[in-house]
């Protein structure tokens, strides 16, 4: 069986930002949720806010580079061993055609 269309829409009022849930036949609202407003905050306390998320902006960079540096020096390392392990082998690298 198949579903009934349906016959309500949701709309966001513009002007309180409030989700509206009108009736498409009749113009009627059936259900309205007022939006949440957050706290607001004194001007110093955003202002020490903005500061220590940029705090923690700077920390999560130089994590992130220094996990990186270290990640380029463990393959720097794999790599070097790798190359010592081949230095001795005249053998020619394996062709691909000849995987058939």
Known sequence: ???PPDHTIEVQCPHCQSRLTVDRETGEVLLSKKHEKREV???DSAMANARDWDRRKENLFEQAFE???KRKD???KKFREAQKQTEGD???PPKPFDFD
């Open 67 to 69: 996990q990186e540096k």
């Open 74 to 76: 463990m393959l720097e």
């Open 90 to 92: 005249d053998t020619p």
């Open 41 to 43: 905050e004194s001007f």
């Open 1 to 3: 069986m198949s579903q």
